[in-house]
């Protein structure tokens, strides 16, 4: 049984290797001749693009198989075919590549919830719970790899990278609850005044969520909390959210109970 999954996991990483090196292969054979200068450095462009997220998501693979921490720069180039100096070529050091990590995740995030976002007949409160769930079950439907991050996120190695997360985070995330704070204030569902300075504040409270369920998950882990240890405090984020809105008591939920169930059951 253990031979079998691993010959499968060696599939699934030459696979992973083969499709990235086709993609490749396969865009630089497409557009690689019979251009002007200006589609010549549109080609490049597109390519490198195409390269450096073979890496990225190259490291993904290998966070989940062999850990961050334990994975070297040489890994990486290996698990592709390439050269060392590839990796060089897009990436100053592997803690860059972390941070391509974490930037990708977020955006694969938020385009997870774009629907929501966008779907008319949702008031600001269902939106709300729309934009939390979604990319509650977003994270839950990647567990091995945001466990994996997780083991790199609270390393005191990588503490400028957390402080380069968050401020990335907040410049993206203020746009998209001021929208749903201002369309909750036109429905008078919010008595907030200001959308943009309300979703500052809600992103604040975001990250100190976001560091408060790390805490919980690791105590949690540990056998040293209760399951509704976990529940009350993650519910207290949920009342201070209604009171920066001024929404209805009970109109706020950050996380869905079957998602609480599974990281913290």
Do not use: C
């Amino acid at each position: 049984m253990a031979r079998r999954a691993g010959v499968e996991g060696e599939g699934n990483s030459a696979n992973g290797r083969g499709r990235a090196r086709a993609e490749i292969a396969g865009l630089t054979d497409r557009l690689s001749v019979g251009y002007t200068d200006r589609v010549a450095r549109t080609v490049n462009e597109a390519v490198r693009t195409v390269r450096r997220a073979a890496f990225v998501e190259a490291v993904q693979r290998l966070m989940q198989t062999r850990g961050y921490e334990q994975m070297s720069v040489q890994d990486l180039p290996d698990e592709l075919d390439a050269s060392r100096g590839a990796f060089y070529h897009y990436f100053d050091s592997k803690q860059e590549l972390l941070e391509a990590v974490i930037e990708r995740m977020v955006d694969a995030g938020l385009a997870s919830i774009g629907h929501v976002l966008d779907d008319p007949n949702l008031s600001a409160a269902a939106k709300l719970l729309g934009v939390f769930t979604g990319i509650g079950r977003w994270k839950t439907e990647r567990k091995a790899l945001v466990l994996a991050l997780l083991k790199v996120w609270i390393s005191d190695d990588n503490a400028i990278v957390r402080e380069k997360f968050r401020h990335r985070l907040a410049g993206r995330m203020v746009p998209v609850l001021a929208r749903i704070v201002k369309q909750g204030i036109e429905e008078q569902a919010f008595t907030a005044k200001s959308p943009v300075e309300t979703a500052q504040i809600m992103v604040m409270l975001l990250l100190g969520f976001q560091d408060t369920a790390t805490d919980l998950f690791i105590a949690r882990q540990a056998d040293a909390i209760e399951f509704e240890a976990v529940e009350r405090a993650l519910a207290g984020f949920s009342e201070a959210f209604e009171r920066i809105l001024g929404a209805a008591p009970g109109s706020i939920g950050l996380v869905d109970q079957s998602i609480l169930r599974e990281w913290y059951g």
